[in-house]
């Protein structure tokens, strides 16, 4: 059954939208199961860039279809936007599905989110700002709105209501804010109906049908485990599912169809946003790493934090989403460095630890304890096979591996398409 899911090892921003792009040419869907705007996926081809938010990086892919599961918070705002400025650039949309149970974000959880972000000052998470933490919220509380509410007014027209009832409270007593009109928020919600409907699937349905049917179907994670709301670096996370198990939950498809889990890691570490982050590099070598590896948002624009390689992490990674192959990617940021230090385990209160501590209080004290791997000064960027790589950057993916505990089997050596050195075919 090839059901593969593609999700970040990290804290987001590993190269998924590439790697997934890299496979759009051989799966016949690609599906986001989680998360939404918040996302930021850059795919090159050839001499064009292309930066996804919401939509599956599959959507480049001409013989693909580009699913939006259940599981993922829609803007809708910001779907016809990135949809616009794909066809503009001649890329066909038309055979996008949209869950009708996907949650919708709506113009007030952008409004929250914004403002408790602004409420929390110095304790704040670093959110993007684009309301997913709030819809979210709202779905759990059974008070969200779902693309198939669009469909009739006078449900859609209670649940707003209901959900901007306390929230109104909330706005106007605790934030000093104006209250926000039900009417307005119906109107501006209705005015996308018509759009979003020739999109409006079972997506759940389709999607088993396929895989009865033999296609290849690719989920594609938004953010990274770290990021996750069980198993991530909780507060400081999103609010959904990036592991695994959100996969099922979010296409609605049974474990026991999924085939494998590839975890797209990098060969250093960013984050994004507040929070924990034991290898965070203060000096001129983490000012590098971000010049070298271009690490700026994609969505917010914010310089993302750099720090060596967490073999720590990577471990995590491969036990909490069962990952059956890493993608490590980005390995010629690390091109002219003479020794790389990766963390190998950290120090925690003078202990030394292997695996990541489940406490929250003990993983902001951690330390990472470096061995030294020596680099290479040589240009690998077109490099095609393993043994094209000089000895010390084999040694150091080697190293990699057995660190982390499963193969890496492919490796990234440049943003585009074809700068990708394929060690084990994913298919
Ligand atoms: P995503 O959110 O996981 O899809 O990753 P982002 O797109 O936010 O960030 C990854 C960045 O690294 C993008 O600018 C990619 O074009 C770039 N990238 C991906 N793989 C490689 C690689 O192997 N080498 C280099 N130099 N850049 C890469
Ligand atoms: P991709 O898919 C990196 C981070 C935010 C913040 C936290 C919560 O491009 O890897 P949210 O707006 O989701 O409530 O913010 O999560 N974050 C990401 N960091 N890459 C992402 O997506 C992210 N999506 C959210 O910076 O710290
Ligand atoms: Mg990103």
Redesign the pocket.
Known sequence: MPALVLL?AQ???EG?GKATDLLGGSVDYVVRYQ?GN????TVVVGDQKYALHLLPSGILSPGCTPVIGNGVVVDPSVLFSELNGLNERGVDTSKLLISGNAHIITPYNVTVDKVTERFLGKRK??????G??PTYADKINRVGIRVQDLYDESILTQKVEAALDVKNQILTKLYNRRAIAVDQVVEELLAYADKLAPYVADTVLVLNQALENDKVVLFEG???TL?DIDHGTYP????SNPTAGGACTGAGVGPTKISRVIGILKAYTTR????PFPTELFDEDGEALRRIGGERG??TGRDRRCGWFDAVIARYATRVNGLTDFFLTKLDVLTGWEQIPVCVAYEIDGKRVEELPYSQSDFHHAKPVYEMLPGWSEDISKAKSFSDLPKNAQDYVKALEEMSGAPISAIGVGPGRDETIEINSFL
């Open positions: 970040g804290w987001g921003d998924k998360g918040n996302a930021g996926h998470i670093g959110t993007t700002g684009r997913i933490g938004g953010q990274g990021l400081f996370v999103t609010s994004v946003g507040s929070g994609v969505t």
